[in-house]
């Protein structure tokens, strides 16, 4: 009989792929609709891996009802794992994770927000569609010669480097662990505020990351700046994006995460009334755009995602080392 895998947070473009790739593996899998929390853990009854995804919650007493069901992998289809309570789970569960399914996915949708926010895309849409041409209020400006901050190097913030190399843009970086050896040209953080016509969020969320978009950070900025976030949520201070925008301190926010979006992102919410006011008044204004943790969405980034937590499943299976697995200090 073979063992069963079961999938948390299920949605039809994971299976295609799952599917496709994985008939050629020892064990089953089980797919579930629900999101992994502490009421949903028992569900894992029966299966030694559980296969997670980053808007499921694995507090302590999720990782508790696991445990108590027998699961003894967790298998992240994602590269973030601030989900996780990693202290608890450490000597009780092998945890394994993508960390580079596709950049290149990442890095391509955060240019697809700065060129929508700057040329109005979005609104040009709109207006058309009711048969309206009027250009007023669409003006946007050259990338060419504007200066963008870019935090965080790592292998996304890299991709997005390269991405817009040929908009002739200056282009500053911040990290408090600098690439070796690299032409990449790094400020300070302060530096990076106040210089940068636009900043584009690509660093993990951190005890030190944590609302790194503060209001003492805002206050730093250049008038008129154009944020971009499509790391973790939290990496901005909602609150205090929400009044530099009102404030018009911040010209334009594109967002693919959002700190309180898992509840939230993912599912369908037309026909309800959204209880999350701050979310809520973001996504009406002209200068901001939404989108629901999108920013991976690509065939080539699906199945690479399937393709290595699969990998990374069959490693426990065989007993074989875990390239990918999450080392808890």
Request: with cysteine.
């Given at each position: 009989?073979k063992?069963?895998?079961?999938?948390?947070d299920?949605?039809?473009?994971?299976?295609?792929?799952?599917?496709?790739?994985?008939?050629?593996?020892?064990?089953?899998?089980?797919?579930?609709?629900?999101?992994?929390?502490?009421?949903?853990?028992?569900?894992?009854?029966?299966?030694?891996v559980?296969?997670?995804?980053?808007?499921?919650t694995?507090?302590q007493?999720?990782l508790?009802r696991?445990e108590?069901?027998?699961v003894?992998?967790?298998?992240?289809?994602?590269?973030?794992?601030?989900h996780?309570?990693?202290?608890?789970?450490?000597d009780?569960?092998?945890?394994?994770?993508?960390?580079?399914?596709?950049?290149?996915?990442?890095?391509?949708?955060?240019?697809?927000?700065?060129?929508?926010?700057?040329?109005?895309l979005?609104?040009?849409y709109?207006?058309?569609?009711?048969y309206?041409?009027?250009?007023?209020g669409?003006?946007?400006f050259?990338?060419?010669?504007?200066?963008?901050?870019?935090?965080?190097?790592?292998?996304?913030?890299?991709?997005?480097?390269?991405?817009?190399?040929?908009?002739?843009?200056?282009?500053?970086a911040?990290?408090?662990?600098?690439?070796?050896?690299?032409?990449?040209h790094?400020?300070?953080?302060?530096?990076?505020c106040?210089?940068?016509?636009?900043?584009?969020?690509h660093?993990?969320?951190?005890k030190?990351?944590y609302h790194?978009?503060?209001?003492?950070?805002?206050?730093?900025?250049?008038?008129?700046?154009?944020?971009?976030?499509?790391?973790?949520?939290?990496?901005?201070?909602?609150?205090?994006?929400?009044?530099?925008?009102k404030?018009?301190?911040?010209?334009?926010?594109?967002?693919d995460?959002?700190?309180?979006?898992?509840?939230?992102f993912?599912?369908?919410y037309?026909?309800?009334?959204?209880?999350?006011?701050?979310?809520?008044?973001?996504?009406?204004?002209?200068?901001?755009?939404?989108?629901?943790?999108?920013?991976?969405?690509?065939?080539?980034?699906?199945?690479?995602?399937?393709?290595q937590?699969?990998?990374?499943?069959?490693?426990?299976?065989?007993?074989?080392?875990?390239p990918?697995?999450?080392?808890?200090?």
């Amino acid at each position: 009989m073979k063992p069963i895998v079961t999938f948390y947070d299920t949605k039809p473009y994971d299976k295609i792929y799952f599917e496709e790739l994985g008939s050629s593996y020892p064990f089953e899998m089980n797919y579930l609709e629900s999101k992994l929390n502490k009421k949903s853990a028992i569900l894992a009854k029966g299966s030694e891996v559980i296969v997670s995804f980053v808007n499921d919650t694995l507090d302590q007493e999720a990782l508790q009802r696991l445990e108590e069901a027998g699961v003894k992998m967790i298998a992240l289809r994602c590269a973030g794992f601030n989900h996780v309570d990693i202290k608890y789970a450490k000597d009780r569960f092998l945890i394994a994770r993508v960390p580079a399914y596709s950049p290149y996915a990442v890095a391509e949708h955060t240019l697809g927000l700065i060129l929508t926010l700057n040329r109005k895309l979005h609104r040009a849409y709109n207006r058309t569609r009711e048969y309206n041409f009027s250009l007023n209020g669409l003006i946007g400006f050259d990338l060419r010669n504007k200066t963008i901050g870019i935090i965080g190097t790592g292998k996304i913030g890299q991709t997005f480097m390269q991405v817009i190399s040929g908009l002739g843009m200056n282009i500053l970086a911040y990290d408090p662990y600098p690439v070796k050896n690299s032409d990449i040209h790094y400020v300070s953080f302060d530096e990076l505020c106040a210089k940068s016509d636009i900043i584009s969020l690509h660093c993990p969320l951190t005890k030190e990351s944590y609302h790194i978009i503060n209001r003492e950070s805002i206050s730093k900025m250049k008038e008129g700046v154009f944020l971009i976030n499509t790391s973790r949520g939290a990496l901005i201070d909602s609150e205090a994006l929400l009044d530099g925008i009102k404030e018009q301190k911040i010209g334009a926010a594109g967002l693919d995460v959002y700190e309180e979006e898992t509840d939230l992102f993912y599912e369908d919410y037309s026909d309800t009334i959204i209880q999350d006011d701050t979310l809520a008044r973001l996504i009406t204004m002209p200068n901001v755009i939404v989108t629901s943790h999108q920013a991976f969405l690509t065939k080539e980034a699906l199945k690479e995602i399937a393709n290595q937590t699969l990998k990374n499943i069959n490693c426990y299976f065989t007993n074989t080392p875990l390239p990918e697995q999450v080392i808890v200090k």
